[in-house]
């Protein structure tokens, strides 16, 4: 399926132009499409169906409600980082029972937060989390239902940024501890033990790290079975990569990701949780953007475009490439363009020599595979208000999150006298 594709030389998000769109909206705007999301929340779990595996989307890649909302009916649970994300999960609809928790530094009150809503699992990154855990469990009299996050020690080949599974990251408990933190579990009051966790980094692009964490994962397991721990629940975390380049990458497909899991876990009949949030929704979203001025410096010519660096940070946080075309698709010229933002800052560069058929001021362009971790990310630098999300399903398109105006952004502030 090609949910973003020409159509009579102009650019569709499904039945959408996305120029309609902008006509409407105004630019810049995050468009995702409802038909990828859902093809690829059922292609995972049709992929996993064997494991009786629950999805847990990674709120954290976009958590608009409407993306969320969507998962949810289909059966989604939630991985969280957050106790806004837990609430953001909750308001969607996904109920507690598959909301599983997430992160190095959950506070006090976040884990009563969720001990009050009852949430599946708590993936429990060192032993003095844990103790607050159970004492917190203890002054409310409810169960927490924990896994350890270990760290297997594999380099997942990504990014430095987001690359987690190191011995020398800041994630989860080493393997080697991982037996000592298990027998503490056991004896901690308001505690139990679920099963184990991992998640070694993201946009993965080859299997063979997985394969590697797996297999460590696994020979955990059966190691703390012979201890006599019970092990019911493998969280395999997320990580797995996209396509971002539509001419070069090779994403892993979803059934070889699935041998591997039979392959290294198969045999152990545990209960598996996996966290996509980029798999699921990266190539679901595009950024659509106005050019405003061209220009020629020297060698160089410049297409500035109103998206900016504080919309979409990926290009300048990550280096990330990102397929960026015109959104007419013409005979023009083809320029190598250096395309940025608005921003006062170098850093506000989404791409350097790439070629587009000549553009002019007004023209649209369309980043595309910005539905992970682009939204969720801006911030309002510059004062330049968060800019929409639209979604689309067949003919239709919705608003789902609305551009703020600038008298509310800049009511957020309190002057020095009204603060007395
Ligand atoms: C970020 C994160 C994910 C999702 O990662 P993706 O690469 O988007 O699939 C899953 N689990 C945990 C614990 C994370 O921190």
Redesign the pocket.
């Given at each position: 399926m090609n949910t973003f594709a020409y159509r009579d030389g102009h650019y569709f998000a499904e039945n959408v132009a996305v120029r309609q769109i902008a006509d409407v909206v105004g630019t810049p705007f995050y468009c995702y499409s409802r038909a990828a999301i859902e093809a690829r929340y059922d292609a995972i779990a049709g992929a996993l169906k064997e494991f009786d595996a629950l999805v847990?989307y990674?709120v954290?890649?976009n958590s608009n409600q409407a993306l969320i909302g969507l998962l949810a009916a289909r059966g989604a649970g939630a991985?969280v980082?957050s106790e806004g994300e837990m609430r953001r999960a909750l308001a969607a609809g996904i109920p507690a029972s598959k909301i599983v928790y997430?992160?190095v530094a959950k506070t006090v009150r976040e884990i009563e937060f969720a001990l009050q809503q009852d949430i599946r699992q708590f993936?429990v990154e060192s032993e003095q989390e844990l103790r607050v855990i159970s004492a917190a469990a203890v002054r409310l009299n409810r169960i927490a239902h924990v896994a350890f996050?270990i760290n297997p020690n594999v380099d997942a080949g990504t990014h430095e940024k987001?690359s987690?599974g190191k011995a020398e990251n800041k994630?989860g408990i080493a393997i080697e501890y991982a037996r000592r933190a298990y027998d503490e579990a056991r004896a901690l009051p308001g505690i139990e033990v679920r099963g184990v966790?991992l998640?070694i980094?993201?946009?993965?692009m080859n299997l063979a790290p997985f394969e590697a964490a797996f297999s460590r994962i696994a020979e955990l397991v059966e190691d703390l079975r012979r201890a006599g721990h019970t092990i019911s629940t493998i969280?395999l975390?997320?990580?797995?990569?996209i396509n971002y380049d539509r001419q070069n990458d090779k994403a892993p497909g979803i059934d070889d990701y699935a041998k591997i899991v039979r392959k290294t876990v198969g045999h152990l009949d545990c209960r598996i949780i996996v966290?996509?949030?980029?798999?699921?929704v990266?190539n679901a979203g595009v950024l659509v953007s106005s050019v405003i001025y061209t220009k020629t410096n020297g060698a160089t010519k410049f297409l500035i475009i109103d998206a900016a660096m504080n919309d979409f940070l990926r290009p300048s946080m990550y280096n990330a490439y990102h397929s960026i075309v015109g959104e007419q698709q013409t005979d023009a010229a083809q320029v190598l363009y250096d395309i940025v933002g608005p921003v006062c800052e170098t850093g506000d560069t989404f791409a350097r020599k790439r070629q587009l058929p000549e553009q002019d001021a007004g023209d649209l362009v369309v980043i595309e595979g910005a539905g992970?971790?682009g939204s969720v990310m801006a911030s309002t630098y510059n004062t330049r208000p968060l800019i929409p999300e639209v979604m689309v399903d067949g003919d239709e398109f919705r608003v789902i999150r609305q551009r703020p105006d600038y008298d509310s952004m800049i009511a957020l502030d309190i002057p020095w006298d009204a603060a007395g």
């Open positions: 847990c990674a954290k890649a991985d980082v997430s992160g993936n996050r987001i987690t994630f966790d998640h980094g993201s946009q993965i969280d975390g997320g990580g797995l990569g966290e996509p949030g980029r798999w699921l990266g992970a971790y």
